[in-house]
């Protein structure tokens, strides 16, 4: 059986988390309210609307059709300002050694991420020739944690959904994997990612034998 590994980008690759918290508090902070860090962890793993839309709901603020897409791109503007001069020294600890692992291996991995920023962050930090398949915002039309990203990206991988491995610091993306009937890896808080089949702190919590056993089995 062909496996296939999956990997959310932003706080799994990346630690873009601590940019979007920012833009999102500007633009809070610019409607006149306050935007906590414990608040912006209901935004991991959610897609930018359903993010302003949680936004409004606690600075309890009514807009427009059209307002609420001005507020959007301003939003995302910013965002783009924060990652503009991304780069390689912005990977988390250890990713690079376990993708390396893989394609030595020949095992196929994608990108299962709700950002529509996902393509340019991973060109920008140079992981991109590592994937053979890219499944972001720009493609699915149901966000986590409805399975569409980890199903897509399986399907463009040509493996079978079960045969699959996904590496998510997401409630919403470990309930996305579960519900494709994936392996989950909870990367982060194992309190929080309770719900995942494996958890670790990190990647360098992750041993090349546990990869080897995941990618065997
Ligand atoms: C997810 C992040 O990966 O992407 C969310 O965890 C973010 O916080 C979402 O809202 C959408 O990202 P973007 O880049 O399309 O605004
Ligand atoms: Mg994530």
Redesign the pocket.
Known sequence: MKKGIIF????VIVDT?KY?YLAWKKLANQLGFEFTKNQNEL??????KV?LEILLEIGKVSATKEQFDIWMIEK?LD?LKYIENMDASEILPDVPKILQFLKENKIPIALG?????ARSILEKVGLLPYFDAIVD?NNVTKAKPDPEVFLLAAKQLGVSAHDCVVFED?VAGVEAANAAKMISIGIGDRNVLSEAQFNFKDFTEISIQFIEVLIKN
């Open positions: 959310d980008l932003d706080g988390a979007h935004f991991k793993g959610v897609s930018r993010c995302n965002y991420s709700a950002s529509k920023n915002g997401a």
